[in-house]
Nanobody, 115 residues
């Protein structure tokens, strides 16, 4: 079964930047839509960004112009570059791979933005 491993989270000051990485256990990018989601305690998981099989990115309104999703097929890796971070971006960020009714999730990586 496909497995996902996130990394790159940490503590940054407002206005700073982080790059999250998600490594898949196999090359899946021709079969799955990849995405990043985030979830705070007591709240529902929300979409941050997705990238289609054709490489078209989509973003939540709250991160447009600040975050960039990209993928490297040769490395089985999807990235989320996060710039101009705000305290409200503080969350656990999860990598997702979706195909039909099948969803694969990583364990999550914590991002904390101090004010």
């Amino acid at each position: 079964q496909v497995q996902l491993q996130e990394s790159g989270g940490g503590l940054v000051q407002a206005g700073g930047a982080l790059r999250l990485s998600c490594v898949a256990s196999e090359n899946i990018f021709r079969d799955y839509v990849m995405g990043w989601y985030r979830q705070a305690p007591g709240k529902q998981r929300e979409l941050v960004a997705t990238i289609t099989v054709g490489g078209r990115p989509n973003y939540a309104d709250s991160v447009k112009g600040r975050f960039t999703i990209s993928s490297d097929n040769a490395k089985n890796t999807v990235y989320l570059q996060m710039n101009s971070l705000k305290p409200e971006d503080t969350n656990v960020y999860y990598c997702n791979a979706q195909r039909r009714l099948t969803a694969v999730w990583g364990q999550g990586t914590q991002v904390t933005v101090s004010s």
